[in-house]
């Protein structure tokens, strides 16, 4: 869900004296400075379990398959799932990001996207955004940055292990 909010003048004139687009309320958990860079929505897409919807005005949502009942929770908590679908995400998201500045409306998701890309230890935009083989070089290597931070491999292989019997 996002809201509009519109502060409007008190002198009865209707003038429009500030304006937000695309806010989210926030959840439990969340602190004040902090929004998730890839929301999850759980709706009815057919026979695929995940995509990427992109809203230029509001950034990314990953939008999982509400007809296999669970999946968005295990997509949260299991790192095989995770694994599975965030690089590829990740890289979706990225072939979508606009050059800073490129809209009217500079598009704020995607600054927040560039300062997670910066946090990885990766360049903000591709050395020559005009270059495909620039741009796919530099997806890979914020998709790789992105997968050593997470560390699906190693989290798997604790996720998976038999918990030892006590016999």
């Not at 500030?18 to 959840?27: K, Q």
């Not at 990427?52 to 509001?58: G, N, Q, S």
């Not at 007809?67 to 599975?84: C, D, E, K």
Request: proline share 7%; hydrophobic share 45%; glycine share 6%.
């Amino acid at each position: 869900m996002r809201f509009r909010v519109l502060v409007i003048a008190a002198d009865g004139t209707g003038r429009i004296l500030a304006a937000a687009d695309g806010l989210r309320p926030s959840t439990p958990g969340d602190d004040a400075d902090r929004q998730a860079l890839l929301p999850m929505r759980e709706r009815d897409i057919g026979n695929e379990l995940w995509k990427i919807e992109v809203d230029y005005r509001t950034g990314p949502v990953l939008v999982v398959s509400n007809r296999v009942s669970g999946l968005a929770a295990q997509i949260r908590t299991v790192p095989l799932l995770q694994g599975l679908v965030f690089p590829h995400a990740f890289r979706a998201i990225l072939r979508d990001l606009n050059p800073p500045g490129e809209s009217d409306d500079d598009d704020l998701w995607g600054d927040n996207w560039r300062l997670f890309l910066i946090d990885l230890g990766v360049p903000a935009e591709p050395e020559d955004p005009n270059d495909a083989d620039a741009v796919d070089e530099w997806i890979e290597t914020a998709v790789k940055a992105f997968a050593d931070l997470k560390e699906f491999t190693k989290r798997i292989k604790l996720f998976s292990q038999p918990e030892a019997s006590d016999a």
